[in-house]
């Protein structure tokens, strides 16, 4: 009974945030207010102060909020540290290299820089610095959403075919349930394929130019110095690249190297600060943290509570196991997770994969990169696509535009992420 009233708590968060256009009530209150809902059920019911299953309930909170408060740390370095950037126009040194005004080869340009962005990155930390691009490229809001809904399945496929891309492939390398090099070979095509099929439909679509004389116009108003620009974007990017090489060598967690990042920046602004020639509040870390745009945070948080409770009662691998005992076919319980991290997050989906199936070298679709793995890092990582709130990009995507709502995602973008997201699969399957 108990978990049947959490299932439907869930779904009805899931449904407010959804018509969120509709009922006029911020996603971000939807999110919290559900996701809080559901513990307090949980803990009423599970966690009585008269029961015995208050200490494991309550353990099983802070493991959540563990968890989620490292995303949330990183989430706030990385907007941090690109807000920094943008604020002392360090992006223009992208920006006025791209010389094309034409909307279709612009999307093409954007969308492969996040793909390949994502892989060294991670896809959260791509989305937030392509993005915030968009935002001062593009001035007509049509072009831009579908710009944006690109950043997203580029940033997800991107960060499935490297070891460092996805919180998913991570797990699954440091389980030695896929090499670094195994995951490359086998997954770089489908990835590639399933961002491919979404921007050669959406080239039908967009059309025009992508920035007016006005929007150019203020770009060339923001002119620190080049020193200034230079400086600033090389310690901010090359930090944000750093992040995975620092945490892979120290093997600290992702938030630990961020925060180091972030303090090597802030340090670097405030020796610029002292001779600084265009607007010292403009450098300021202080004015960066005000740009931050908190309710999107909260958002975030919301989701990860109600994720986090639903695999702390056991919802998500009992899922798992009907999979495994009413399909068998082990290629279609894959592609079926995949669409399921779509509804949620796919690190307990996989991490309730990963408990289901050991890695059986003996057998030719279990072992270390055997087809079973390699078709999971893929579906995990592309599958949540197919739904705004279905990865950590989209979630961090749709509170950096507030155009972007769940209803235009799921009409304009969430088919072509499932084709693309399919057209990946046959791919990957098609390969000797």
């Known amino acids: 009974m108990i978990l049947t009233a959490i299932a439907v708590i869930f779904v009805l968060g899931y449904l407010a945030i959804a018509l969120e256009h509709y009922i006029k009530i911020n996603k971000s209150a939807n999110a919290l207010f559900f996701g809080a809902a559901l513990w307090l059920v949980w803990f009423r019911f599970q966690g009585s102060p008269h029961g015995e299953g208050l200490e494991h309930v309550s353990l099983q909170l802070f493991d959540t909020f563990g968890d989620l408060s490292q995303i949330l740390f990183f989430l706030m370095g990385a907007m941090t540290i690109v807000a920094v950037i943008d604020a002392n126009d360090g992006f223009s040194l992208i920006t006025s290299r791209i010389k094309t005004d034409n909307a279709k080869s612009l999307m093409w340009i954007i969308s492969w ?101 006005l929007a150019q116009a203020a770009l060339e108003t923001q002119k620190p110095s080049s020193y200034e620009k230079n400086i600033l974007f090389t310690a901010g990017i090359g930090g944000l690249l750093m992040v995975p090489v620092i945490k892979s060598f120290f093997h600290v967690p992702p938030y630990i190297a961020m925060f180091f990042v972030l303090g090597i920046l802030w340090i670097v602004t405030e020796l610029l600060g002292r001779k600084y020639t265009y607007n010292v509040e403009r450098l300021s870390i202080f004015h960066a943290l005000k740009e931050i745009d908190m309710s999107s945070v909260l958002f975030f948080a919301g989701i990860m509570l109600s994720v986090g409770c639903l695999g702390s009662t056991g919802q998500l691998a009992a899922l798992a196991k009907i999979l495994d005992e009413n399909i068998g076919d082990i290629r279609i319980i894959t592609l079926a997770i995949g669409a399921l991290s779509a509804i949620v997050d796919n690190v307990p989906l996989v991490a309730a994969t990963m408990k289901m199936y050991a890695i059986d070298n003996a057998s030719e679709i279990f072992r270390e990169d055997g087809l079973f793995w390699g078709f999971v890092s893929y579906c995990a990582g592309t599958g949540g696509s197919m739904l705004i709130i279905g990865s950590a990009a989209g979630v961090a995507a749709m509170g950096m535009d507030k155009n972007l709502t769940f209803g235009w995602y799921l009409k304009r973008i969430a088919p072509l992420a499932a084709l693309g997201y399919v057209a990946g699969a046959v791919v990957y399957l098609s390969l000797p």
Request: glycine content about 6%; overall charge positive; charged content about 15%.
């Open 113 to 213: 820089i996040a793909f390949f962005l994502s892989a060294v990155l991670d896809n959260l930390t791509t989305t937030i610095v392509m993005v915030t691009l968009c935002r001062k490229m593009v001035d007509d809001t049509k072009n831009r959403l579908f710009f944006t809904g690109l950043i997203v399945i580029a940033a997800n496929a991107g960060g499935a075919w490297s070891p460092i891309g996805d919180v998913t492939t991570t797990m699954l390398w440091i389980g030695k349930q896929i090499s670094a090099l195994g995951i490359v070979e086998s997954l770089f095509l489908p990835s590639a394929i399933c961002l491919l099929v979404p921007i050669i439909i959406v080239s039908f679509i967009v059309k025009g130019k992508v920035r007016s004389e």
